[in-house]
């Protein structure tokens, strides 16, 4: 018969495998719930409401680009389920539309000019967005991005708090 020191050693390596797993468990849940509250689908109503009412706005963007121009841009579609879109530095109104000029995101959020200017009808538009600042601290627009929290809560996911910081900084229009 084993000692008594070997079964509580044996005891204790199961009850540390077993914390170990329910750990590992519930930070691999924790890490995809966290990763999982920007999905959606692209044809959820609040998205398409969302992409509408930017679109009926766009006389807002035109007065707001006009007095923040540095800070502007529109959101091209189509929405992927990862909530990305194109976003596009606009050169000029148009009659038939917006001239812009495409651009990418880099890893540190500003967005560089990557492409030649071309003609943007209304209806490839889903969103826009314009800064009062540099510092990003006041937002206009955004109307898919809001969408993608209101997704969230609804759905019950967890919403981050940098995600939910930046949502309080959105100016209603």
Not at 105 to 114: H, L, P, S, W, Y
Request: charged share 30%.
């Amino acid at each position: 018969m084993p000692s008594t020191g070997v079964i509580l050693s044996i005891l204790a390596i199961l009850v540390a495998l077993f914390l170990i797993r329910e750990h590992f468990v519930l930070w691999s849940s924790s890490r995809q719930r966290s990763k999982l509250w920007v999905q959606f689908k692209p044809d959820d109503p609040l998205m398409i409401a969302a992409a509408e009412k930017a679109r009926t706005l766009l006389p807002l963007f035109d007065t707001l680009r006009e007095k923040y121009p540095r800070y502007s841009s529109l959101a091209l579609g189509p929405i992927r389920e990862d909530g990305d879109t194109t976003p596009a530095l606009v050169r000029r109104k148009v009659d038939d539309g917006y001239i812009v000029c495409r651009a990418e995101n880099r890893k540190d959020g500003t967005a560089v000019e990557t492409g030649e200017e071309f003609l943007v009808k209304t209806e490839d538009i889903v969103d826009w967005i314009v800064y009062e600042s540099e510092k990003k601290d006041r937002i206009y627009g955004g109307y898919t991005l809001r969408a993608v929290v209101e997704i969230a809560e609804r759905d019950g996911f967890f919403v981050p708090a940098p995600a939910r910081r930046q949502f309080e900084k959105f100016i209603d229009a």
